[in-house]
């Protein structure tokens, strides 16, 4: 019998499941392996239904959203948070714990109540995630590698290195050296180093590795090559604004 799969999106752009959708060459591959029962992004026809497996895009900002999501959990026997706003929150995230919900509310729609809405949180401040696949967007490669592994029953081999690896891997030379600030050393690998590769530093987008950054110890080194404080929160606040440390620092 054919695995039950859902892909489901939240607040988010949409481009995670646009990648899924990108996979030209291995599309109708995946989808006859599949017992697809929910994709809006691609079919309106949706099945009610367990999964196998329940991929998930997107932060939840809405008490909506929370109980559909909650919903899926309790259908799906594993479930995948894929891109950045699902992983950390995206970075309609950014502002957690600097603007209050009202506040932002206010700047936009110049009132504080027109909806009742979160703080943008990824999926794991509610329910159980089995399984991050990090990126803004997620890579191809890294979604099909994961699907099979998970199509098997099994966890795929998360990625436990910081972008540096890969860095090193290509031989590029530390844009840390010549003065530009650089997310690498903080940021989840597995992007091949696409950014320094071009001579661009890093803005975080696969996340922070989780329990292997350091990130105190990196803001001192950002400190002493001279980038100010504030400038540093910004840029890590983009992409993970809800990881605990990053939520500390303040500027
Ligand atoms: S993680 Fe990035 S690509 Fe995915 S929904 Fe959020 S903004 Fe879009
Ligand atoms: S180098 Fe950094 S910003 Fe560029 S794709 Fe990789 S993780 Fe994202």
């Known amino acids: 019998m054919k695995p039950k799969v859902g892909i489901f999106g939240f607040t988010g752009c949409a481009g995670d499941q646009l990648m899924i959708l990108n996979l030209e060459d291995e599309l109708l591959e995946l989808v006859g392996a599949l017992d697809l029962k929910s994709f809006t992004?691609?079919?309106?026809?949706?099945?009610?239904?367990?999964?196998?497996?329940?991929?998930?895009?997107?932060?939840?900002?809405?008490?909506?959203?929370?109980?559909?999501?909650?919903?899926?959990?309790?259908?799906?026997?594993?479930?995948?948070?894929?891109?950045?706003?699902?992983?950390?929150?995206?970075?309609?995230?950014?502002?957690?714990?600097?603007?209050?919900?009202?506040?932002?509310?206010?700047?936009?729609?110049?009132?504080?109540?027109?909806?009742?809405?979160?703080?943008?949180?990824?999926?794991?401040?509610?329910?159980?995630?089995?399984?991050?696949?990090?990126?803004?967007?997620?890579?191809?490669?890294?979604?099909?590698r994961a699907a099979a592994s998970l199509l098997r029953g099994d966890l795929p081999e998360a990625v436990d290195y910081p972008v540096c690896v890969e860095c090193k891997l290509r031989e590029n030379g530390c844009l840390m050296l010549e003065g530009k600030l650089c997310l690498g050393p903080l940021t989840v690998g597995g992007c091949k180093a696409r950014c320094p590769s071009l001579g661009v530093d890093c803005i975080g987008c696969r996340g922070v590795i989780e329990g292997e950054a350091r990130v105190k110890s990196a803001l001192q080194v950002f400190k002493e090559a001279g980038f100010k404080l504030d400038y540093v929160r910004a840029r890590l606040r983009m992409f993970a604004a809800n990881y605990p440390e990053i939520l500390e620092v303040k500027g």
């Not at 603007?99 to 509310?105: A, D, N, Q």
């Open 41 to 144: 992004m691609a079919s309106s026809a949706v099945e009610d239904s367990e999964y196998d497996v329940a991929f998930v895009e997107g932060s939840i900002t809405t008490p909506k959203q929370k109980q559909k999501l909650e919903e899926i959990r309790k259908k799906a026997k594993l479930l995948v948070a894929i891109g950045d706003c699902a992983a950390w929150g995206g970075v309609q995230a950014s502002c957690n714990g600097i603007l209050k919900v009202e506040e932002k509310m206010r700047e936009v729609y110049g009132a504080p109540d027109v909806w009742e809405i979160y703080e943008s949180k990824p999926l794991s401040a509610y329910v159980k995630v089995d399984f991050v696949l990090p990126g803004c967007p997620i890579e191809k490669e890294e979604f099909l």
